[in-house]
Nanobody
Framework: QLQASGGGLVQAGGSLRLTCAAS????????AGWFRQAPGKEREFVAGITRGATTTYADSVRGRFTISRDNGKNAVYLQMNSLKPEDTAVYYC?????????????????WGQGTLVTVSS
């Protein structure tokens, strides 16, 4: 089971850190990813991290967001800096036994419940 947390309301230019905590599953055995879904839009890939902590990002967040993992805490994080109103969305963490992060949500069988990030202008 995956549990996403850390969302909230922040002003443009601000920062938030999202946490994806796993229970009943050793997250270090999985590729992990963050996706987001803005109102009225499809869910989209944001960032992914391999078991070995190699990262990949969507063009829209590269340079502003950082995905990381702490195997000791069985968690994956998404540090979001320089937030923009267009980053407003529900953010989901996901995990998979694939070898490299995929941008395709159907490649991830395990999902957290989502946490809402609202960026005001």
């Amino acid at each position: 089971q995956l549990q996403a947390s850390g969302g909230g309301l922040v002003q443009a230019g601000g920062s938030l850190r999202l946490t994806c905590a796993a229970s009943g599953r050793t997250l270090s055995n999985y590729v992990a990813g963050w996706f987001r879904q803005a109102p009225g839009k499809e869910r989209e890939f944001v960032a992914g991290i391999t078991r070995g902590a190699t990262t990949t990002y969507a063009d829209s967040v590269r340079g502003r967001f950082t995905i990381s993992r702490d195997n000791g805490k069985n968690a994956v994080y998404l540090q979001m800096n320089s937030l923009k109103p267009e980053d407003t969305a529900v953010y989901y963490c996901a995990a998979s036994l694939i070898f490299v992060p995929s941008t395709v949500e159907s490649d991830y069988p395990y999902w957290g419940q989502g946490t809402l990030v609202t960026v005001s202008s």
